[in-house]
């Protein structure tokens, strides 16, 4: 298994800022994604954070409003730029150790845009 | 497009019934499937998974079952208890070309009445 702990737990932003999210898990994990959940909602994905590379990100999504890096096998972060009302969600980090296998979920960063 | 949906927004049982939610997917070349457990202020926990060439997989009080020629999949829990009350979110992964990424059904509210 793996432990992934992501921080802020939740913020409350103004409108127009920016906010990183960082994610940190407790072994080292060959996948790890970033995922958005919209109250009442189920998970969307944003994008795959590359190690040593840029993301791949979904359908919606693009570099300028979701920035992403990943240093290293154990360690990603999310920003959120330029924030809007409409960007008030949950942002979930996850990590697997294979292709195909199981992913495990941090407790994720809710985020409130005023 | 394609996805995983489910049958049931919500399900209600009493304590100590069995509980079965449902999943149903459309892409034919998914190969592995997962079921998560959400529980408010949390992030998802992996319950149990399931690859296509099983029809059957078991665990501690819950059983998946994975019908592949109507691409339906379920969850069974033995003896409902009130901390199952969650909801519950089925995953499908399109195969390892898509490199772990899982897409999500809608969920299910599962509350569990004493």
């Known amino acids: 298994s793996a432990v992934i702990s992501q921080k802020p737990s939740r913020d409350i932003c103004q409108r127009g800022t920016s906010l990183t999210i960082q994610c940190q898990v407790d072994?080292?994990?060959?996948?790890m994604f970033w995922y958005r959940q919209q109250p009442g909602q189920s998970l969307t994905l944003i994008a795959t954070a590359n190690q040593g590379s840029e993301a791949t990100y979904e359908s919606g999504f693009v570099i300028d409003k979701f920035p992403i890096s990943r240093p290293n096998l154990t360690f990603s972060t999310l920003t959120v730029s330029n924030m809007s009302p409409e960007d008030s969600s949950i942002y979930l980090c996850?990590?697997?150790?294979?292709?195909?296998?199981?992913?495990?979920f941090g407790s994720g960063t809710q985020l409130s845009v005023l | 497009g394609e996805s995983v949906g489910l049958h049931l927004p919500t399900l209600s049982v009493q304590e100590g019934d069995n509980s079965i939610i449902n999943c149903a997917y459309s892409?034919?070349?998914?190969?592995?499937f997962i079921w998560y457990k959400q529980e408010s202020g949390k992030g998802p926990q992996f319950i149990i998974d399931?690859?296509?060439?099983?029809d059957k997989r078991q665990g501690q009080r819950v059983t998946v079952l994975l019908n592949k020629t109507v691409k339906h999949l379920s969850l069974q829990i033995a003896a409902t208890q009130p901390g199952d009350s969650a909801v519950y979110f089925c995953a499908e992964n399109k195969g390892w070309t898509s490199g772990s990424r899982l897409t999500f059904g809608e969920g299910t509210q599962l509350t569990v009445n004493p």
């Open positions: 892409n034919s070349a998914s190969d592995y």
């Open positions: 996850s990590g697997g150790h294979a292709t195909n296998e199981k992913l495990f």
């Open positions: 399931i690859r296509s060439n099983m």
């Open positions: 072994s080292q994990v060959t996948m």
